[in-house]
């Protein structure tokens, strides 16, 4: 079984954008690919996990996200990097799109989006890792045993300031990525 670093989408790997529904919003930080290569080169598996509320809300048209996964996956093998599986949900319990308005097992902090990735990519996920913007990312980490890494981009700047014992915090996805290569 793999070790993978699940990577929250919005604020973590890219720019945070309220609902992003459209490519321009898709914006990386100059450090996205450099981040996710390394840990490729690692050894992980590397795997998105999305939060898309904006689906049921009718925010976000549910193709986009299949659209803007590609549009990522396209500009991270220019350089060098690959992710290899991308998960998200598109529910919300308050949602206006009957198909996605329900509470559901897959959205963060729920684990179903882990434990999907794992049974698809046979990953081990008490040594696996989570980093995101938000506690949510934590927890998720911490419902399947694995650890949690809370950065300081998109809404982990006010996240950070709620400063919860023994988490990791560090100021984004490169500095999350060098403290976990740093990890026995
Ligand atoms: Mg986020
Ligand atoms: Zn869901």
């Known amino acids: 079984m793999r070790r993978a670093v699940f990577l929250d989408r919005d604020g973590t790997l890219l720019e945070e954008h309220n609902y992003v529904a ?12 450099d981040a996710v ?19 049921a809300r009718g925010i976000v048209r ?6 803007a996964h ?22 919300h319990p308050e949602g206006s799109i009957a198909e996605f ?20 990519l046979d990953l081990d996920l008490q040594r696996s ?4 913007d938000r506690w949510s990312d934590v927890d998720v980490a911490e419902a399947v045993g694995g650890r ?18 023994a988490a990791v915090i560090v100021d984004n996805l490169i500095a999350a990525v060098a403290w976990i290569l740093r990890q026995p």
Do not use: W
């Open 148 to 165: 949690g890494v809370l950065v300081r981009t998109g809404y982990g700047v006010q996240a950070a300031r709620e400063d919860r014992q």
């Open 70 to 91: 590609a549009f990522i996956d396209r500009k991270l093998r220019e350089g060098g990097a690959r992710i290899d599986g991308y998960y998200h949900c598109p529910h």
């Open 37 to 55: 290569r390394l840990l490729n080169q690692a050894g992980f598996a590397v795997v998105v996990i999305t939060n898309q509320s904006g689906i």
């Open 101 to 120: 308005t329900r509470e559901c097992e897959c959205r963060k902090p729920k684990p179903g989006q882990l434990r999907q990735a794992a049974a698809d």
């Open 62 to 67: 549910s193709s986009f996200v299949a659209e």
């Open 129 to 132: 890792f989570v980093v995101g």
């Open 22 to 33: 459209d490519l321009k919003n898709v914006v990386f930080f100059p450090y996205t690919i």
